[in-house]
Protein backbone atom coordinates (compact mmCIF):
# COMPACT_ATOMS: atom_id res chain seq x y z
CA UNK A 1 0.00 0.00 0.00
CA UNK A 2 1.16 3.82 -0.77
CA UNK A 3 0.18 6.28 2.06
CA UNK A 4 0.22 9.65 0.50
CA UNK A 5 0.59 11.88 4.23
CA UNK A 6 -0.69 15.41 2.58
CA UNK A 7 0.55 17.48 5.98
CA UNK A 8 3.62 17.01 8.26
CA UNK A 9 6.31 19.28 9.78
CA UNK A 10 9.52 17.93 9.35
CA UNK A 11 10.53 21.41 9.39
CA UNK A 12 9.49 21.31 13.38
CA UNK A 13 12.45 21.57 15.46
CA UNK A 14 11.85 18.20 17.29
CA UNK A 15 12.73 16.45 14.18
CA UNK A 16 15.49 18.11 13.52
CA UNK A 17 18.31 15.39 14.05
CA UNK A 18 16.09 11.95 13.29
CA UNK A 19 14.06 13.21 10.35
CA UNK A 20 16.87 12.62 7.32
CA UNK A 21 16.86 8.76 8.78
CA UNK A 22 12.45 8.94 9.67
CA UNK A 23 11.98 9.98 5.83
CA UNK A 24 14.17 7.58 4.38
CA UNK A 25 13.21 4.60 6.51
CA UNK A 26 9.22 5.80 6.18
CA UNK A 27 9.38 5.36 1.99
CA UNK A 28 10.22 2.32 2.80
CA UNK A 29 7.61 1.42 4.93
CA UNK A 30 4.60 2.93 2.71
CA UNK A 31 4.67 6.31 3.32
CA UNK A 32 5.57 7.08 -0.77
CA UNK A 33 4.60 11.19 -0.62
CA UNK A 34 4.68 13.94 2.08
CA UNK A 35 3.67 17.16 2.01
CA UNK A 36 6.17 19.57 4.76
CA UNK A 37 4.08 22.03 5.32
CA UNK A 38 5.88 26.10 6.14
CA UNK A 39 4.18 28.20 8.44
CA UNK A 40 6.37 30.93 8.60
CA UNK A 41 9.50 32.21 6.56
CA UNK A 42 11.94 30.29 8.12
CA UNK A 43 10.37 27.07 8.37
CA UNK A 44 9.06 27.45 4.25
CA UNK A 45 12.62 27.86 3.32
CA UNK A 46 13.75 24.73 5.52
CA UNK A 47 10.61 22.59 4.20
CA UNK A 48 12.71 23.39 0.30
CA UNK A 49 15.32 22.33 1.77
CA UNK A 50 14.19 18.90 2.87
CA UNK A 51 11.93 19.06 -0.59
CA UNK A 52 15.46 19.27 -2.89
CA UNK A 53 16.71 15.99 -1.00
CA UNK A 54 14.03 13.49 -1.12
CA UNK A 55 11.72 12.88 -4.58
CA UNK A 56 8.56 12.50 -2.64
CA UNK A 57 8.39 15.01 -0.31
CA UNK A 58 6.71 17.99 -1.29
CA UNK A 59 6.04 21.46 0.64
CA UNK A 60 3.78 24.44 0.77
CA UNK A 61 5.06 27.99 2.08
CA UNK A 62 3.32 30.30 3.70
CA UNK A 63 2.75 32.47 7.34
CA UNK A 64 0.05 31.05 9.43
CA UNK A 65 -2.03 33.06 12.01
CA UNK A 66 0.35 31.80 15.14
CA UNK A 67 3.29 32.90 13.02
CA UNK A 68 2.63 36.86 12.11
CA UNK A 69 5.54 39.32 13.20
CA UNK A 70 5.54 42.97 12.63
CA UNK A 71 7.91 41.78 9.66
CA UNK A 72 5.01 40.42 8.06
CA UNK A 73 4.46 42.52 4.87
CA UNK A 74 8.26 41.50 4.61
CA UNK A 75 7.85 38.15 4.96
CA UNK A 76 5.37 37.97 2.53
CA UNK A 77 7.09 39.29 0.19
CA UNK A 78 9.82 36.57 0.35
CA UNK A 79 6.87 33.65 0.26
CA UNK A 80 5.81 34.62 -2.76
CA UNK A 81 9.16 34.56 -4.18
CA UNK A 82 10.14 31.18 -2.68
CA UNK A 83 6.84 29.31 -3.45
CA UNK A 84 7.96 29.27 -7.06
CA UNK A 85 9.57 26.47 -6.56
CA UNK A 86 8.56 23.96 -8.61
CA UNK A 87 7.86 21.42 -5.72
CA UNK A 88 5.79 23.52 -3.89
CA UNK A 89 1.97 22.56 -4.06
CA UNK A 90 0.50 25.29 -1.97
CA UNK A 91 0.47 28.60 -0.23
CA UNK A 92 -0.44 27.32 3.59
CA UNK A 93 -0.84 26.45 5.80
CA UNK A 94 -2.86 29.80 6.45
CA UNK A 95 -5.93 30.87 8.22
CA UNK A 96 -7.35 31.72 11.28
CA UNK A 97 -7.02 30.82 14.93
CA UNK A 98 -8.72 32.36 17.25
CA UNK A 99 -8.13 29.49 20.15
CA UNK A 100 -4.08 30.94 20.07
CA UNK A 101 -4.28 34.68 19.20
CA UNK A 102 -7.32 36.64 20.04
CA UNK A 103 -6.40 39.78 19.97
CA UNK A 104 -4.94 40.61 16.44
CA UNK A 105 -8.25 39.05 14.25
CA UNK A 106 -8.49 42.10 11.42
CA UNK A 107 -4.69 41.46 11.47
CA UNK A 108 -5.02 37.82 10.92
CA UNK A 109 -7.91 38.39 8.49
CA UNK A 110 -5.80 40.40 6.19
CA UNK A 111 -2.75 38.49 5.94
CA UNK A 112 -4.83 35.42 5.15
CA UNK A 113 -6.83 37.42 2.36
CA UNK A 114 -3.12 38.60 1.16
CA UNK A 115 -1.89 34.73 1.07
CA UNK A 116 -4.92 33.69 -0.76
CA UNK A 117 -4.72 36.65 -3.22
CA UNK A 118 -0.80 35.50 -3.58
CA UNK A 119 -2.07 31.72 -4.06
CA UNK A 120 -3.86 32.93 -7.49
CA UNK A 121 -1.25 34.78 -8.77
CA UNK A 122 1.05 31.84 -8.41
CA UNK A 123 -1.61 29.87 -9.75
CA UNK A 124 -1.72 27.61 -6.69
CA UNK A 125 -4.27 26.04 -4.36
CA UNK A 126 -3.95 27.10 -0.48
CA UNK A 127 -3.97 25.03 2.85
CA UNK A 128 -6.18 26.42 5.37
CA UNK A 129 -5.60 26.35 9.35
CA UNK A 130 -8.82 27.40 11.23
CA UNK A 131 -9.00 27.27 14.54
CA UNK A 132 -12.40 28.68 16.66
CA UNK A 133 -13.01 30.92 13.90
CA UNK A 134 -14.93 28.82 11.59
CA UNK A 135 -17.78 31.68 10.50
CA UNK A 136 -15.06 34.38 9.64
CA UNK A 137 -12.85 31.34 8.07
CA UNK A 138 -16.09 30.24 5.73
CA UNK A 139 -17.36 34.36 5.23
CA UNK A 140 -13.64 35.26 3.37
CA UNK A 141 -13.68 31.97 1.04
CA UNK A 142 -16.91 33.51 0.01
CA UNK A 143 -15.18 37.15 -0.45
CA UNK A 144 -12.48 35.98 -1.67
CA UNK A 145 -12.20 33.86 -4.61
CA UNK A 146 -10.23 30.80 -4.36
CA UNK A 147 -9.23 30.30 -8.05
CA UNK A 148 -7.00 26.62 -7.06
CA UNK A 149 -9.33 25.70 -4.25
CA UNK A 150 -7.45 24.22 -1.56
CA UNK A 151 -8.00 22.46 1.41
CA UNK A 152 -9.22 22.34 4.85
CA UNK A 153 -6.41 20.84 6.77
CA UNK A 154 -6.58 19.13 9.74
CA UNK A 155 -10.06 19.48 10.17
CA UNK A 156 -12.53 20.68 12.66
CA UNK A 157 -14.75 17.74 13.58
CA UNK A 158 -17.44 20.56 12.81
CA UNK A 159 -20.27 19.20 10.52
CA UNK A 160 -21.25 22.94 9.16
CA UNK A 161 -17.73 24.20 8.16
CA UNK A 162 -17.36 20.20 6.37
CA UNK A 163 -20.58 21.27 4.42
CA UNK A 164 -19.40 24.81 3.81
CA UNK A 165 -16.04 23.54 3.07
CA UNK A 166 -17.42 20.92 0.37
CA UNK A 167 -20.01 23.56 -0.94
CA UNK A 168 -17.05 26.15 -1.63
CA UNK A 169 -15.36 23.13 -3.53
CA UNK A 170 -12.71 22.28 -1.19
CA UNK A 171 -10.82 18.84 0.18
CA UNK A 172 -11.24 17.79 3.97
CA UNK A 173 -8.25 17.21 5.30
CA UNK A 174 -8.55 14.47 8.63
CA UNK A 175 -5.54 13.42 10.80
CA UNK A 176 -5.71 11.94 14.29
CA UNK A 177 -8.20 13.73 15.94
CA UNK A 178 -10.75 11.51 14.27
CA UNK A 179 -9.80 8.63 15.72
CA UNK A 180 -9.61 10.21 19.91
CA UNK A 181 -12.31 8.04 21.85
CA UNK A 182 -14.47 11.07 22.62
CA UNK A 183 -14.49 12.53 18.92
CA UNK A 184 -17.70 12.79 17.50
CA UNK A 185 -15.53 12.05 14.04
CA UNK A 186 -17.69 9.14 12.33
CA UNK A 187 -21.02 11.74 11.58
CA UNK A 188 -17.82 14.43 9.75
CA UNK A 189 -16.62 11.79 7.84
CA UNK A 190 -19.87 10.49 6.54
CA UNK A 191 -20.40 13.87 5.21
CA UNK A 192 -17.68 13.84 2.98
CA UNK A 193 -17.35 11.62 -0.58
CA UNK A 194 -14.44 10.01 -0.92
CA UNK A 195 -13.29 11.92 -3.85
CA UNK A 196 -12.59 14.90 -1.48
CA UNK A 197 -11.13 12.96 1.44
CA UNK A 198 -7.37 13.36 2.37
CA UNK A 199 -5.48 12.07 5.02
CA UNK A 200 -2.63 13.82 7.26
CA UNK A 201 -0.73 13.44 10.41
CA UNK A 202 0.04 17.26 11.22
CA UNK A 203 3.47 15.89 12.71
CA UNK A 204 4.92 16.38 15.10
CA UNK A 205 1.41 16.81 16.41
CA UNK A 206 -1.82 15.38 17.33
CA UNK A 207 -0.51 11.55 17.60
CA UNK A 208 -3.60 8.95 16.77
CA UNK A 209 -4.99 6.52 19.03
CA UNK A 210 -3.58 4.47 20.09
CA UNK A 211 -0.15 6.34 20.16
CA UNK A 212 -2.32 9.39 21.48
CA UNK A 213 0.38 11.84 23.30
CA UNK A 214 3.65 10.64 21.59
CA UNK A 215 5.73 12.26 18.86
CA UNK A 216 3.65 11.91 15.71
CA UNK A 217 5.33 10.53 12.57
CA UNK A 218 3.91 9.90 8.71
CA UNK A 219 4.14 6.47 9.68
CA UNK A 220 0.96 6.93 11.89
CA UNK A 221 -1.20 8.20 9.02
CA UNK A 222 -2.58 4.45 9.04
CA UNK A 223 -4.36 5.13 11.27
CA UNK A 224 -6.82 8.16 10.56
CA UNK A 225 -6.39 5.97 6.85
CA UNK A 226 -8.08 3.08 8.95
CA UNK A 227 -10.93 4.99 11.09
CA UNK A 228 -11.90 6.62 7.46
CA UNK A 229 -11.86 2.61 6.27
CA UNK A 230 -14.31 1.74 9.17
CA UNK A 231 -16.84 4.85 9.24
CA UNK A 232 -17.25 4.19 5.28
CA UNK A 233 -16.82 0.29 4.69
CA UNK A 234 -14.34 0.19 2.89
CA UNK A 235 -10.56 -1.71 2.63
CA UNK A 236 -7.70 0.05 3.82
CA UNK A 237 -6.36 0.25 0.58
CA UNK A 238 -9.22 1.81 -1.70
CA UNK A 239 -8.76 4.76 1.35
CA UNK A 240 -5.21 5.04 0.70
CA UNK A 241 -5.55 5.09 -3.08
CA UNK A 242 -8.28 7.02 -2.99
CA UNK A 243 -6.83 9.92 -1.05
CA UNK A 244 -3.44 9.42 -2.72
CA UNK A 245 -4.72 10.34 -6.23
CA UNK A 246 -7.06 12.89 -4.16
CA UNK A 247 -3.95 14.54 -2.79
CA UNK A 248 -2.43 14.01 -6.33
CA UNK A 249 -5.10 15.74 -8.13
CA UNK A 250 -5.54 19.38 -5.56
CA UNK A 251 -1.26 19.45 -5.39
CA UNK A 252 -0.93 18.95 -9.21
CA UNK A 253 1.55 16.10 -8.90
CA UNK A 254 2.07 13.66 -11.49
NI1 LIG B 1 0.23 21.99 10.43
Known amino acids: MNFFDSHAHYNDERFLDIRDKLIEDMYNDEITNIVCAGYNLEASKDAIELAKRYPHVFTTCGISPNDITENVDKELLEIEKIAKYEKNVAIGEIGLDYYWNKDNKELQKQVFIKQIEMANRLDLPIVIHTREAVMDTVQILKEHQVLNKGVFHCCPLNQELIKEGLKLGFYISFSGNVTFKNAKSAGCIELVPMD ?22 SLFVKYVAQKIAEVKGISLEEVANQTKSNAEAIFKIK
Not at 209 to 214: A, L, N, V, W
Open 196 to 217: KILIETDSPYLAPEPHRGETNT
